[in-house]
Nanobody, 117 residues
Framework: QVQLKESGGGLVQSGGSLRLSCAVS????????MAWYRQAPGKQRELVAA???????NYADSVKGRFTISRDNIKNTVYLQMDSLVREDTAVYYC???????????WGQGTQITVSS
């Protein structure tokens, strides 16, 4: 069974940077897209950024210009570079492998990001 393993989370000061990694146990090329979601306490999980097999990216308005998603098809890893972090970015960040049908999507276990002022 495919596994997604996130890493790179932690505590960072406002204005700082972090890079998240999502290592996938199989080729990520089989997935339509790879994505990062986040869920803050008391809020619904929301899409942060996604990257299609073609390399096309899309971002939530709240992170445009600050976050960058990328993928390494050789290492089967997806990255989320997060710059100019603000307190509102505090959440658990999840990696998702998208096969086009929710029943076939695969999620990682999540990694906590805490931004302090």
């Amino acid at each position: 069974q495919v596994q997604l393993k996130e890493s790179g989370g932690g505590l960072v000061q406002s204005g700082g940077s972090l890079r998240l990694s999502c290592a996938v146990s199989e080729s990520i090329f089989v997935y339509n897209a790879m994505a990062w979601y986040r869920q803050a306490p008391g809020k619904q999980r929301e899409l942060v950024a996604a990257i299609a097999r073609s390399g096309t990216t899309n971002y939530a308005d709240s992170v445009k210009g600050r976050f960058t998603i990328s993928r390494d098809n050789i290492k089967n890893t997806v990255y989320l570079q997060m710059d100019s972090l603000v307190r509102e970015d505090t959440a658990v960040y999840y990696c998702k492998a998208d096969k086009g049908l929710p029943a076939f999507d695969v999620w990682g276990q999540g990694t906590q990001i805490t931004v302090s002022s």
